[in-house]
């Protein structure tokens, strides 16, 4: 029986799926450096609806509250703050897991938001934004007359 030895110089769409991997790894590194979070992951947040409003909570340990802005129009919410880096003069990381910097995040609710109503508390470095429900927005009962 005849073994054939695969040539080292013949194409692999392994190793071109390798190379992509690699390439966008390290693009993201890049962005990661950069201090670019407003897609996701800081501040960690958790979003409920109830028939009239919603809750949401954002993770904010080691942000001041007056630092912190929420704005509202329609039916999203918006948060923008930044967090102060911890390092000082002479000092380098041994392990960084925290982010700071400057962050945004933006959500969309399912129903429009009435401004005027909304609330917002800070205990233990968590953030709750009350978010009623716009008047205009609710479901309406309608009465039916009987004839």
């Known amino acids: 029986m005849l073994w054939r030895v695969p040539r080292r110089n013949a194409w692999s769409p392994w190793a071109e799926l390798d190379r992509a991997q690699e390439e966008m790894s390290r693009l993201f590194r890049g962005v990661e450096r950069r201090g670019r979070h407003s897609g996701g992951g800081f501040p960690a947040v958790n979003i409920w609806v109830k028939e009239d409003d919603a809750i949401l909570t954002a993770e904010l340990p080691g942000?001041?509250?007056?630092?912190?802005?929420?704005?509202?129009?329609?039916?999203?919410?918006?948060?923008?703050?930044?967090?102060?880096?911890?390092?000082?003069?002479?000092?380098?990381?041994?392990r960084r897991e925290r982010r700071d910097g400057a962050f945004?995040?933006?959500?969309?609710?399912?129903?429009?938001?009435?401004?005027?109503?909304?609330?917002?508390?800070?205990?233990?470095?968590?953030?709750?934004?009350?978010?009623?429900?716009?008047?205009?927005?609710?479901?309406?009962?309608?009465?039916?007359k009987a004839a």
């Open 104 to 144: 945004e995040r933006s959500f969309s609710l399912p129903f429009k938001v009435d401004p005027d109503t909304v609330s917002a508390q800070h205990r233990n470095g968590v953030l709750q934004i009350m978010l009623p429900r716009a008047e205009v927005d609710r479901p309406k009962r309608i009465a039916i």
């Open 63 to 94: 942000v001041d509250p007056d630092e912190v802005e929420i704005t509202v129009k329609n039916d999203t919410v918006t948060i923008r703050g930044e967090r102060p880096a911890e390092l000082g003069e002479g000092e380098t990381y041994l």
